[in-house]
């Protein structure tokens, strides 16, 4: 199946600074997902962006499928934006979401 | 309802018991996914519905591990002798249509402990 690769594994920001999370995949895609799982579990969707670009308040997001990439940016990041994002997609002949291992963020006051 | 349900939210289990966790997808949509979240990792695929139809269950690890989802609805995973590796928190995603290019929404998980 796929394989999502994501970078950095961990990443401690200040309050107010600015972070890119990158996503590499191994395949086409006909899904690519971004989420930010809470401290309670729940995976809340960011982004639904399989190409493009997608901006939503201080989140954005680019993916360049010709080049098997995805990218999350984060701009003045506030401490509740703290916890763990994920990547997942879906290869071309396929339907289930494969997930990487997930970028954990600490934004510190 | 507005999102996807799980139920129960915590389940602790003895070794060796049965446990049965359910899904409540956000209703009309086709496509339904179990995955399972070691602590401190990704969500891993375990099996995909359509509508009723189980079409792939490649990713359950034994046959200790059944899903249904007989109207095409709610849907079951059921885990018979659960064993301590079972501990983990088991997402129903579901999607609107019938292929992978369409966005999927995920539940609130179910957290099993085997004690």
């Known amino acids: 199946g796929i394989q999502v690769e994501q970078s950095p594994p961990d990443l401690i920001l200040q309050e107010g600074a600015n972070s890119t999370l990158r996503c590499n995949f191994s395949d086409s895609v006909n899904n690519l997902q971004w989420f930010h799982q809470n401290p309670w579990g729940q995976l809340i969707n960011l982004f639904y962006i399989p190409s493009g670009t997608k901006q939503n308040g201080r989140l954005s997001a680019t993916t360049v499928a010709t080049e098997r990439y995805s990218l999350l940016y984060i701009s003045s990041s506030q401490t509740t934006d703290s916890g763990v994002y994920f990547c997942?997609?879906?290869?071309?002949?396929?339907?289930?979401?494969?997930f990487g291992k997930g970028t954990s963020l600490l934004v510190t006051p | 309802g507005a999102g996807v349900s799980q139920s129960p939210r915590y389940k602790v289990a003895k070794r060796g018991q049965d446990v049965a966790l359910r899904c409540d997808p956000i209703?009309?949509?086709?496509?339904l996914f179990w995955y399972q979240q070691a602590l401190g990792q990704g969500p891993e695929f375990l099996t995909y519905?359509?509508?009723?139809?189980?079409?792939?269950k490649s990713g359950l690890p034994s046959d200790r591990f059944f899903a249904e989802r007989p109207e095409g609805s709610v849907s079951t995973l059921k885990i018979q002798r659960t064993q301590q590796e079972d501990s983990a928190v088991y997402l129903c995603?579901?999607?609107?249509?019938?292929?992978?290019?369409?966005?999927?929404?995920f539940g609130q998980g179910t957290r099993l402990t085997v004690v």
């Open positions: 519905f359509q509508n009723e139809a189980q079409l792939d």
């Open positions: 995603a579901s999607s609107h249509f019938d292929w992978g290019d369409t966005e999927a929404f």
């Open positions: 997942a997609a879906s290869s071309n002949s396929g339907y289930a979401l494969n």
């Open positions: 209703s009309g949509h086709v496509s």
